[in-house]
C-alpha cells in the first residue's frame, strides 16, 4: 500500500520554499566548490617534508596488546623537532592516543616487565632523566635524579633495576666528580684543551675526555628519584671505552643476561689505535661492579648486536671479519650460554648465515626459539630495499616475508610480526603481517591529514649492465602531477657512503619527491660500492673510487635516457653529499660536459688533506688500499678530483657546515675557491652551525630552497 502526502503551497509559503531552494543551491555549490578543493593536489615541498610527523622506535607490551611508540613532531618557532609518547593497539582497531604532552621531548619508552608502566626519557626536570609512567593512569614520576644527563636506558629481566649510559670523566669515583668538573671548567677563564692523542673530535663534537659508560643503579620499588642508598655503580669503570660507542652506538649494543646478574655489551677497547681500528668486542660485567668487565669475543673485527635467546641459553650478536672495514658483512652468531655462581662462558660460534650473500642489518628471536632451534627474524638491505626474512636457525634457510620498502624496528606479538614501514612515497607508519607475510594491516596514518592535498611522483626500478656487464639497480621517479607527452628536467642524486643505497624509503634530507614536486623526474643508480646486492659488489670499490662508479653512473644515464623519452637530458643537473659530493667533483672533471649544473654537499675535495683532517681513519685507509697516506700517497692521488680542475667547467653549488668533522669544511673551501678562480658561475652556502647533515627545521627548508633555484637557474624544458 502506497500514500501520497499532498502539500498546499500557499503564496506565503512561496517566498519560504524559494528561498530554501537558493539556500540549498548555496550550499549544493559550496559543497561542490570544497569537493573539488579537497580533490586538488600538489607535490612535495621543503615545508612539507620538515614538518612530517616522523614515527620511530615502537615498543609492544609484555602482553602483546598495545605498541608505544615515539611521534617526532616540529616547532617551526623554536626551530626544532619534539618528541612524545603515543599508544595504540596491536589490531589496529583503537585509534592511537597520545600519552605525553609536555613541552620538553618525551623519547625510549621501554616497557616494565609486569605491563603495568612505560619507562622513558625526559628533559622535563631540566635534564634528560629517566621518568614512570603508570599505564593504569596519573601522572609521570622522575625515576631518576642524576647530577649528569642520562643518554639511554634499559630494565633489568624483573624490573628490579636500570642500566643507564651517562658521559663521566673516567677517573672519577663519582657522578658528582665529573659534574663538579664541568662547573668548575665551565667558569674558567682559560680555555685551551690539551691532547695527547687522537680522537681530537668525533663527526661533530670535539672530544673534553669524557667517556659514555655503563651504570646501574636499582630501582627499589617504583619510589621516585634515587637517594643516597641508591648510588649507581660504574659497571664499565676502568674501560677506556665508550659503551655504548660513538657516534650512533645506543642500547642495542646492551643486553642484561638472561639472570639479571650481569650485561653484556659492545666495546672497543683500542687506546691510542682507536681512530683507525674497527675491533670492536663484546664484553660481560656484573651488576654489581664486583669484578672488572671481561672480555668475552676476541675477533680483530666488529661484534655488536647482543641478544639472548628466550630459554636463557643461547646468546646470539652480529661479526664481521675484516678489520679496518665498517661496511664489511654482518653475519649472525649464535653461540651456547652458560651463567652460573662462578661467572659466565660462551660455547662454540654457529654461524647463521654464512651462506648468505647478505648484510644483517638486525634480528630478533622467535619466543618459542630453545635449545638452539627455531626461528630468528631478520632485517637486509637487499636489491635497492630492506626486507623482513625468516630465518630457521636448524636448517639455516631463509624465507622473505615482506621485500617492498623500507622496514625498520620489526618484532613478534603473538602470531603476527609488527613493523615500520616506509616507501619513496609514504613515511613511516607501522604495520602488521601474519607470520607467512601474508595479510598486511596498517596500525596507523600518523601524516593521514598533511598528505591528503599532496601528490608523489610515481616510482619505479629499473636494471642495466654496468661495470664488466654486471646488474646495477636505480630508481626512476616521475614528476608528481606527470603529464604523458611532456618532457621535464631531471635531478640526478648520488648517493653518499659510499657504502649505502638510495633504497625505496622516505628520506628527511635526500628525498626525491622534493624534486619530483618541484617538477623534475629523479633518476638514481645503486652504484658498484652499494650496499644490499652482495659483499662483492660492496667490496669493488674498493682502490677504484673514481672509475667504476662513475661508469654505473654514465650506463645508467644513458639507459634511463633511451627508456624514458620525457626525460630531458638537455635539462639536468647532478647532486650528491658525502661521497656523492666527491663524485661531483670527479665528474666535474671527468665528465664535464655530463650536466648542465651540479650540486656538491659536504663533498670530498682534496684526499691528502682529507686523510689528515678527517676523524675516522680507518675509512680511507680501507678504502685506498689499507695503508695510511704516507705510505701509499699514489693510491689516495690516483682518484683525487684536486688533479681535475684544469677541466672543471660545469656551474657548481657547493654547500658545507662547519661543524662536519668526517669531512671537513675546508674541503668545501676549497671547492668554491677553485670554481671561483677558475670563472665557472658558482655558490657556496655555508652553515656554522650544522654537521655532515643539515639537521635545523628552518635550515633544511633554505638548504631546498637554495638547491631548487639552483636547479632551475640552469635547467630550461620546452
Given amino acids: 500500500m502506497t500514500s501520497t502526502l499532498h502539500t498546499e503551497v500557499r503564496p506565503g509559503r512561496l517566498y519560504f520554499v524559494l528561498s530554501c531552494l537558493v539556500l540549498l543551491a548555496q550550499l549544493l555549490l559550496a559543497t561542490s566548490l570544497m569537493a573539488n578543493d579537497a580533490t586538488s593536489t600538489r ?37 626544532r623537532g619534539r618528541t612524545d609518547l603515543w599508544l595504540v593497539d596491536t589490531a589496529g582497531e583503537v585509534e592511537p592516543r597520545q600519552l605525553t604532552t609536555h613541552p620538553a621531548s618525551d623519547s625510549t619508552p621501554r616497557w616494565a616487565p609486569d605491563g603495568g608502566s612505560i619507562y622513558f626519557l625526559s628533559s622535563r626536570g631540566g635534564s634528560s632523566q629517566v621518568w614512570r609512567l603508570p599505564t593504569t593512569g596519573g601522572e609521570a614520576v622522575q625515576t631518576t635524579d642524576l647530577p649528569l644527563d642520562v643518554s639511554g636506558f634499559s630494565l633489568s629481566p624483573d624490573g628490579k633495576h636500570l642500566a643507564l ?4 670523566f673516567i677517573d672519577c669515583e663519582t657522578l658528582q666528580c665529573t659534574a663538579e668538573r664541568l662547573e668548575q671548567q665551565s667558569v674558567s677563564k682559560r680555555t685551551g684543551q690539551i691532547y695527547d692523542r687522537l680522537f681530537v673530535r668525533h663527526w661533530d663534537t ?3 675526555g669524557r667517556r659514555s659508560h655503563l651504570f646501574v643503579i636499582p630501582l627499589h620499588g ?30 642495542e649494543e646492551v643486553a642484561w643476561t638472561p639472570s639479571g646478574r650481569g650485561l653484556v655489551f659492545t666495546a672497543r677497547v683500542a687506546g691510542r689505535e682507536e681512530p683507525w681500528s674497527t675491533n670492536f668486542d663484546l664484553w660481560y660485567a656484573p651488576r654489581d661492579g664486583t ?3 671481561a672480555r668475552l669475543t676476541t675477533n680483530p673485527a666488529w661484534d655488536t648486536q647482543p641478544s639472548f635467546s628466550p630459554d636463557g641459553r643461547h646468546l646470539a650478536y652480529l661479526a664481521m671479519a675484516r678489520p679496518g672495514f665498517e661496511a664489511d658483512q654482518f653475519e649472525l652468531l649464535l653461540r651456547p650460554w652458560t651463567e652460573n655462581e662462578q661467572g659466565v662462558e660462551l660455547g662454540s660460534e654457529i654461524d647463521l648465515t654464512g651462506d ?63 613493523f615500520g614501514l616506509d616507501t619513496l612515497t609514504h613515511p613511516v607508519d607501522l604495520f602488521s603481517v601474519a607470520l607467512d607475510g601474508s595479510d598486511l594491516r596498517r596500525l596507523t596514518d600518523v601524516n593521514a591529514a598533511g598528505l591528503e592535498k599532496i601528490e608523489m611522483g610515481e616510482y619505479e626500478q629499473f636494471s642495466f649492465p654496468g661495470w664488466n656487464d654486471e646488474t646495477v639497480y636505480g630508481y626512476l621517479v616521475k614528476p608528481a602531477g606527470f603529464e604523458s607527452g611532456k618532457r621535464y628536467p631531471v635531478a640526478f642524486l648520488i648517493h653518499g657512503g659510499p657504502q649505502g643505497s638510495f633504497d625505496n624509503d622516505f628520506h628527511y634530507r635526500w628525498n626525491p619527491q622534493t624534486y619530483a614536486g618541484a617538477g623534475y623526474a629523479v633518476v638514481t643508480i645503486d652504484f658498484h660500492g652499494s650496499t644490499g646486492y652482495g659483499q662483492a659488489f660492496v667490496d669493488s670499490i674498493r682502490e677504484h673510487w673514481g672509475d667504476r662508479p662513475l661508469e654505473d653512473l654514465q650506463k645508467g ?3 634511463a635516457l633511451e627508456t624514458w623519452d620525457f626525460l630531458d637530458g638537455d635539462s639536468a643537473c647532478a647532486l650528491g653529499a658525502s661521497y656523492g659530493g666527491y663524485m661531483i667533483n670527479w665528474i666535474a672533471g671527468n665528465w664535464p660536459d655530463g650536466f648542465d649544473c651540479l650540486v656538491n654537499h659536504d663533498g670530498l675535495f682534496d684526499m691528502r688533506h682529507m686523510y689528515y683532517s678527517t676523524e675516522e681513519l680507518w675509512f680511507p685507509e680501507w678504502e685506498m688500499g689499507g695503508k695510511p697516506y704516507f705510505v701509499t700517497p699514489e693510491a689516495y692521488e690516483r682518484f683525487n678530483p684536486v688533479h681535475h680542475v684544469d677541466k672543471w667547467k660545469t656551474p657548481m653549488l657547493v654547500i658545507h657546515g662547519a661543524l662536519d668533522y668526517r669531512v671537513v ?17 658558482s655558490k657556496l652556502l655555508f652553515y656554522p652551525d650544522e654537521n655532515h647533515w643539515v639537521l635545523s627545521p628552518t635550515n633544511s627548508i633554505q638548504w631546498h630552497e637554495v638547491v631548487l633555484d639552483w636547479l632551475e637557474q640552469w635547467t630550461t624544458t620546452n
Fill in 291 to 293: 669484578s672488572a668487565p
Fill in 222 to 251: 617504583e619510589d621516585g628519584p634515587s637517594s643516597e642508598n641508591r648510588q649507581p655503580i660504574d659497571v664499565t669503570r676502568g674501560l677506556d671505552a665508550d659503551v655504548p660507542t660513538k657516534p650512533w652506538g645506543g642500547f
Fill in 165 to 168: 649510559s651517562v658521559d663521566v
Fill in 356 to 418: 648468505w650473500d647478505r648484510s644483517v642489518g638486525g634480528y630478533f628471536f622467535a619466543d618459542d626459539f630453545a635449545a638452539g632451534k627455531g626461528t630468528l627474524y631478520v632485517t637486509a638491505g637487499d636489491r635497492g630495499n630492506v626486507r623482513l626474512f625468516a630465518l630457521d636457525a636448524s636448517s639455516r634457510t631463509l624465507h622473505e616475508l615482506w621485500g617492498k620498502g623500507h622496514v625498520r624496528s620489526a618484532a613478534r606479538v603473538g602470531y603476527r610480526l609488527i
Fill in 206 to 208: 670535539w672530544k673534553d
Fill in 665 to 681: 669544511d675546508t674541503e668545501g673551501l676549497g671547492t668554491f675557491t677553485a670554481l671561483q678562480r677558475r670563472g665557472i658561475p
Fill in 557 to 559: 644515464w644513458k639507459h
Fill in 43 to 79: 607535490g612535495l615541498t621543503a615545508d612539507d617534508l620538515v614538518r612530517m610527523k616522523r614515527l620511530s622506535d615502537p615498543q609492544p607490551s609484555p602482553d602483546g596488546g598495545w605498541i608505544v611508540y615515539v611521534l617526532r613532531t616540529t616547532d617551526m618557532e623554536a626551530d
